[in-house]
């Protein structure tokens, strides 16, 4: 047998980053990503975000990559909120996404960090939260 554990932070956002997620959606939103990660076997610590954006923390089964893992969390989830007519316009997710693996001995703080959301973004913006990925984990952005 394998032993896997390769815990991965992601995030991605609201086409054109537009504040479509209300706390209503939001809510219902992250239950069903939480519910059917679950059904599609991905075991996710936890989902949780703000108006135009989704930051989750999973991990990797040794069957799973994460090219795999953010299309089924993004496409199914999409295609369940315009289904379920969560909001008066049609939810897109940009193509793009950060993910970063972290050590185990991360795993909390991110956690925190992300249960924390809302509380977060009363002090930051999305663009200030951006910038401290890229700078944090050394991203090298390419335009075209």
Not at 84 to 106: D, I, M, R
Request: hydrophobic share 40%; net charge positive; charged share 25%.
């Amino acid at each position: 047998m394998s032993y896997v554990k390769i815990w991965i932070h992601a995030v991605w956002t609201v086409k054109n980053r537009e504040a479509l997620l209300n706390p209503t959606a939001r809510q219902k939103l992250f239950q069903h990503i939480h519910e059917n990660a679950f059904k599609k076997g991905i075991f996710m610590e936890v989902v949780n975000g703000y108006h135009n954006h989704v930051h989750c923390l999973f991990r990797l089964k040794n069957d799973q990559t994460i090219e795999k893992v953010m299309q089924l969390l993004k496409g199914e989830s999409s295609f369940w909120f315009n289904k379920t007519k969560l909001a008066n316009a049609k939810l897109t997710w940009q193509k793009e996404y950060f993910a970063v693996s972290l050590g185990e001995s991360q795993v909390v703080a991110v956690k925190s960090y992300i249960q924390k959301q809302n509380e977060h973004h009363k002090k930051k913006t999305w663009e200030d939260e951006y910038q401290e990925f890229i700078k944090k984990y050394n991203f090298k952005v390419i335009n075209g």
